[in-house]
């Protein structure tokens, strides 16, 4: 790394100031045009160098130079928010549907969805949902997937059907509930 002189003003050999800084680089009589800062801890400090001994310090600059990882981490977390203290918007954890707390409506389901598949991803739903509840009717534990639930409500569909129960409204009833319960489940996968 180049090692600057300490000189300020471009001085004529006939003693007379021109007011011009000349190079900070040792030996260099060139105008010094271009500034570059000192160091880490003083950025708004700088030399004055001449362009060609400007690029020369730039290119061995690094203001990471001899700071751990840890530092570098602290510093770029720093940076993100401008050097400024930041804190969190509030003490309240999202709720497991990814709303904030529940306070508007999903028509469409988007955030249901994202939830669903959250869910479905770690194996379980939220105790008493919709999904917990269905899963239940079918006689599913919570880790069951998509293909499990599907199989289930094929074979519990067959065994209700009223065709082959004679028209038993218990068979009827039970039916329906499957049926609910796969339609909940259907959407929540």
């Known amino acids: 790394m180049i090692q600057p002189g300490k000189n300020s003003t471009f001085e004529h050999k006939d003693g007379g100031d021109s007011g011009q800084r000349r190079c900070d680089r040792p030996g ?3 105008e010094g045009l271009h500034r570059a800062p000192r ?3 003083s950025l708004n400090s700088y030399y004055w160098f ?3 001994h400007v690029r020369e310090y730039n290119q061995a600059w ?3 130079k001899d700071l751990s990882e840890e530092s570098i981490e602290a510093i770029r977390r720093r940076d993100a928010v401008w050097q400024r203290p930041s804190w969190p918007f509030s003490g309240r954890e999202k709720q497991r549907n990814g709303t904030a707390a529940g306070q508007f409506r999903d028509d469409f389901g988007f955030f249901a969805e994202e939830a ?3 869910a479905a991803r770690s194996g379980r739903f939220p105790p008493n949902s919709k999904p917990a ?3 239940a009717a079918l006689n599913l534990g919570p880790n069951a997937t998509l293909e499990e639930v599907k ?3 094929k074979a519990l569909a067959k065994e209700l059907h009223p065709d082959r129960n004679g028209g038993d409204s218990a068979a009827e009833e039970r039916l329906k509930i499957i049926n609910l ?3 909940d489940l259907k959407a929540a996968f």
Do not use: G, V, W
Request: proline share 0%.
């Open 116 to 118: 669903a598949e959250t």
């Open 50 to 52: 001449c362009l060609e």
């Open 62 to 64: 690094d203001y990471f």
């Open 133 to 135: 509840k269905a899963l």
């Open 181 to 183: 319960a796969y339609s």
């Open 39 to 41: 160091s880490r801890e």
């Open 28 to 30: 260099c009589e060139a």
């Open 151 to 153: 199989a289930r409500y």
